[in-house]
């Protein structure tokens, strides 16, 4: 096993070291990082956003379920287009 599946990953070091992580160490630590932290911290692809950062489920009402929509994303991820997420979310839909 290498080191890269055994790596913990905490919000500390997204915040020290910025765009340092691969996407398959992100996804093993995915349940302990902060979405926000990740968005402004690291170069993440269009598939792991839609898959774990994005969040259309705005009807709670909540005051941050604005937050993880298309717009946010992309306003982070200067690398990843609107339509890229659209067209993720509209593949994703009809699976």
């Known amino acids: 096993m290498n080191n890269d599946a055994k790596m913990k990953v905490t919000n500390s070091d997204l915040l020290a070291n910025r765009n340092k992580y691969s996407i398959d160490i992100l996804e093993k ?3 302990h990082l902060d979405e926000k932290i990740l968005l402004a911290t690291q170069t993440l692809t269009a598939e792991f956003c839609v898959k ?3 969040d259309l489920d705005i009807e709670g009402g909540g005051e941050e ?3 993880f929509d298309v717009c946010y ?3 982070f991820q200067k690398h ?3 339509k890229e997420l659209q067209d993720l979310i509209t593949v994703s839909d009809d699976l």
Do not use: G
């Open 80 to 82: 990843i287009t609107e």
């Open 52 to 54: 774990y950062i994005l």
């Open 29 to 31: 630590n995915i349940k």
């Open 65 to 67: 379920s604005y937050i």
């Open 73 to 75: 994303i992309s306003e």
